[in-house]
């Protein structure tokens, strides 16, 4: 049984996702594309201010500001609904693709967990982290930019169009606008 959580009010979260078995699903620009729209979506409707966001081959780091602090959980859970749905719909319309079939089948949950051929894009859990000072939440964005090039994605962090580097240093909210606190 898993304890309920409790998220202060006011503050920052940094949230870590990762995907059911570590798949590797966002080297497609097309997912990535689908998980940014998933997450400007629950944007629009939950009104969290989104100050920081990377999405990695297998996880994404975001730092929202949810109003009320409770919700959090519930935008974690739409965007990761989602962006699932629809990355299954394309892996299933291109099922007869060797590349989309092999990642329907890393994806699949086991006969143990459903009788039927079931699928799941995420683990189930996140992890929220409370950033609860302006040091510590530019440690989080740092860790963010500095994530695709400490894994050798890229050779600087300006390369890399999946996070809000390119939006704060480089002015180009082309992927994704960034909010700013009041």
Excluded at 93 to 101: I, Y
Aim: with cysteine; hydrophobic share 40%.
């Amino acid at each position: 049984m898993t304890r309920p959580r409790y998220f202060v009010p006011g503050e920052l979260q940094f949230i870590t996702a990762s995907t059911y078995r570590r798949a590797v699903l966002f080297t497609s620009p097309r997912f990535c594309r689908v998980f940014v729209e998933a997450l400007e979506a629950v944007r629009g409707e939950f009104g969290f201010a989104l100050l920081g966001w990377v999405l990695m081959p297998e996880h994404f780091h975001a730092l929202i500001w949810p109003q009320p602090a409770e919700s959090t959980s519930r935008v974690v859970q739409q965007v990761k609904q989602r962006s699932a749905a629809r990355i299954l719909g394309i892996l299933r319309e291109n099922a007869g693709q060797p590349r989309c079939a092999k990642m329907l089948a890393k994806l699949r949950l086991p006969p143990t967990v459903h009788d039927q051929p079931t699928f799941r894009v995420w683990q189930r859990r996140f992890y929220p982290f409370g950033v609860y000072s302006d040091k510590k939440q530019q440690q989080k964005l740092d860790y963010m930019y500095a994530n695709p090039v400490a894994r050798r994605l890229v050779d600087s962090a300006d390369q890399w169009p999946w996070s809000s580097f390119r939006f704060y240093y480089l002015g180009d909210a082309s992927v994704l606008r960034m909010d700013r606190l009041p």
